[in-house]
């Protein structure tokens, strides 16, 4: 059965930093991601990562601030939050997919989320 625990979130000032942790277990994913939601917003990427972590991607709107990496050895994907924004408040949600890509629709697995708050 596949498990992603999601943790790391808070509040924290603007221009301060966050670093996010997604526990995987019951499987090996090709490709692992971040996702967010705001409220009465759409889900939207964030980052995504391969399993070699040769090959990554992020959203115009973290690119430089945020780092996604992972740690295959601990089945760990991790997101490194700086700079951060109020714009960034929102839940953050891992997501594994068997292919790499931006597209939320293809990630079958999905944590419960965790709560990142900016305040300005």
């Known amino acids: 059965q596949v498990q992603l625990v999601e943790s790391g979130g808070g509040l924290v000032q603007a221009g301060g930093s966050l670093r996010l942790s997604c526990a995987a277990s019951?499987?090996?994913?090709?490709?692992m991601g971040w996702f967010r939601q705001a409220p009465g917003k759409e889900r939207e990427f964030v980052a995504a990562i391969t399993r070699s972590g040769g090959n990554g991607a992020y959203a115009d709107s973290v690119k430089g601030r945020f780092t996604i990496s992972r740690d295959n050895t601990e089945n760990t994907l991790y997101l490194q939050m700086n700079s951060l924004k109020p714009e960034d408040t929102a839940v953050y949600y891992c997501a594994a997919s068997a292919s790499f890509s931006r597209r939320a629709l293809d990630f079958g697995y999905w944590g419960q989320g965790t709560q990142v708050t900016i305040s300005s």
């Open positions: 019951g499987g090996t994913f090709y490709a």
